[in-house]
């Protein structure tokens, strides 16, 4: 039976909002404008995309994130994927080595391989990126509590391999701050933790010039259970934050700022997520310029990676996850990303098989190379809906980093509690209106099918002795090594952190060609700085 009119009219004037509670218009109109931005693509404040020629000039990077197991099974993985047309990589480190334990570490132990690649010294690097040359693929590292170790180890191994450090390119997570709110996975104090992401930025900057030392990002803010202007406004304020340390440092902003990257979640509201990232895009710019008095375009340009998938995925029903993931990709693009990674629809309840995984990166191909998304640049820009919801979410996202301002700055705020209760309170809230059916989730509150096969394909099984092998080749890292060197090393690391004035890379870099281990190089930091302890507030 066709709707009636009188109830269309009803659905019509009931009040709509996205996600983040930004008012829908039924129709949108020039009106709605707060001030008109007429300015190109690749021109201040780059609303429509910081290149003049979009993906005409170059497509965004195709990243899959992936890592399990040993570093001779991740690397497997990883020529699959470059052999099929990937063009970066994007490393996930098990959780021993992203907290700064070692595998034979009772703490470790079974954990080791589980959710990432288990990398405690060079020699699992060197393997880790046997046979690719890593003068000519981007690499990108989830890794945060431990980024100046592994980014050191990188360094390290490609001084081993012989490719100059100034080739390299890729992205090294490094940002500290949101772990303490939403990701879990810090070790120091704040302040510490702070010195060696300034100390990696400043030594990137100097030695591997084309390889950015941080990615600020928000997407673990938003898995939390954040909305998007949450996301957009936590992560901003935490760039600003780094950027005040730098300056404190006597850093050069110039240079600095032209390594700072980005990299959030897609969920799924399209047109929330395509206005999410053309109003920070204009936000970043116009406060390194107004507010820092940066000058180039490239210090003032908001550059950044994207996932899709992530907590948007579901367990029920999983084959949706295609869907939702190619409708998330098409917001990142049309939102102007530079790199993009996709979830395979079986990652709500395991690693990805082969299969799984191929069919996330073909989504990406599919998207790229048929659909036209990259013929023309920022092609929904001149909308009106989507010029007004840039506009409205630029607007909010500036009302968050003046609350934390307010509060006291991000690092106040983080040692408080403020934050990680703020993020806390919007997940219930999220929750809470999944649970009522307010917002649909297909297959999980509407549309449910009870009768679902629960085959999925292929199933990921890992390996039962990998942490086995893991650990055993650890013992022999250690038995070979020059344990002079190594103890050496580590003093030479251990006088360095009682002087801030000291940039530690140098002496990370060291420790990691003495073959010294992850969980040695942090537990030597441990006993200067001590453990960062969580505030419990309620």
């Excluded at 304020?237 to 340390?245: K, P, T």
């Excluded at 297909?442 to 009768?451: A, H, I, S, T």
């Amino acid at each position: 039976m066709s709707q009636s009119k009188s109830e269309a009219q009803a659905g019509s004037a009931a009040r709509r909002t996205t996600p983040s509670g930004i008012e829908v218009p039924a129709v949108a109109t020039p009106a709605m404008r707060r001030a008109p931005d007429d300015s190109a693509p690749g021109e201040y404040p780059f609303t429509r995309g910081i290149f003049e020629d979009g993906y005409r000039g170059r497509l965004w990077t195709f990243r899959q994130y992936s890592g399990f197991g040993s570093a001779e099974e991740s690397n497997e993985r990883y020529r699959f994927l470059l052999e099929r047309g990937q063009t970066g990589l994007s490393v996930a480190l098990d959780l021993p080595t992203q907290c700064g334990y070692d595998p034979i570490d009772p703490m470790a132990r079974s954990e080791v391989g589980k959710v990432g690649v288990s990398i405690s010294n060079l020699s699992d690097m060197e393997t880790l990126f046997r046979d690719i040359d890593l003068s000519k693929v981007s690499t990108s590292f989830t890794i945060n509590g431990t980024a100046a170790m592994i980014f050191a180890m990188y360094l390290a191994a490609a001084d081993k391999a012989g490719v100059p450090r100034a080739k390299l390119t890729g992205t090294i997570q490094n940002d500290i701050l949101k772990e303490y709110v939403a990701r879990g996975t810090w070790i120091f104090p704040v302040r510490p933790a702070l010195r060696l992401v300034a100390d990696s930025i400043v030594y990137a900057n100097q030695e591997a010039p084309r390889f950015n030392p941080i990615s600020i990002a928000g997407a673990h803010v938003r898995d939390a259970g954040s909305s998007a202007v949450e996301e957009m406004g936590f992560t901003l304020a935490n760039g600003l934050a780094y950027v005040d340390e730098l300056l404190s440092r006597g850093a050069d902003l110039e240079r600095f700022a032209q390594s700072l990257s980005f990299f959030f979640y897609v969920h799924m509201n399209f047109f929330e997520e395509v206005a999410k990232f053309r109003a920070a895009r204009r936000l970043w710019a116009r406060l390194m310029k107004e507010r820092y008095g940066a000058r180039t375009e490239r210090a003032q340009q908001f550059r950044f990676g994207v996932v899709c998938g992530g907590s948007s995925l579901t367990a029920a029903q999983p084959y949706n996850n295609v869907v939702r993931v190619a409708v998330e990709t098409m917001a990142a693009t049309l939102g102007g990303a530079q790199s993009v990674f996709t979830c395979a629809y079986d990652e709500a309840f395991q690693l990805p098989t082969e299969q799984s995984a191929e069919l996330a990166l073909r989504t990406q191909q599919v998207i790229a190379y048929e659909s036209g998304i990259a013929d023309s640049v920022d092609p929904l820009g001149g909308s009106h809906y989507v010029e007004y919801l840039t506009d409205e979410m630029e607007v909010a996202i500036e009302g968050v980093i003046r609350e934390i301002a307010d509060y006291g700055g991000v690092v106040k705020a983080i040692e408080d509690g403020y934050l990680q209760r703020r993020i806390a309170r919007s997940a219930h809230e999220r929750k809470s209106r999944i649970d009522s059916g307010e917002s649909v989730v297909v297959g999980v509150n509407r549309f449910k099918n009870d009768k679902e096969d629960k085959q999925v394909g292929e199933v990921f099984a890992s390996s039962a002795s990998t942490s086995a092998e893991v650990m055993r080749k650890y013992e022999k890292i250690r038995d070979e090594r020059d344990a002079a060197a190594a103890e050496r090393a580590l003093a030479t690391l251990d006088k360095a952190a009682r002087d801030h004035s000291e940039n530690l890379m140098p002496y990370l870099v060291d420790c990691c060609h003495a073959y010294v281990t992850v969980g040695e190089m942090v537990e030597r930091l441990k006993q200067q700085w001590g453990e960062f302890v969580e505030p419990v507030k309620l």
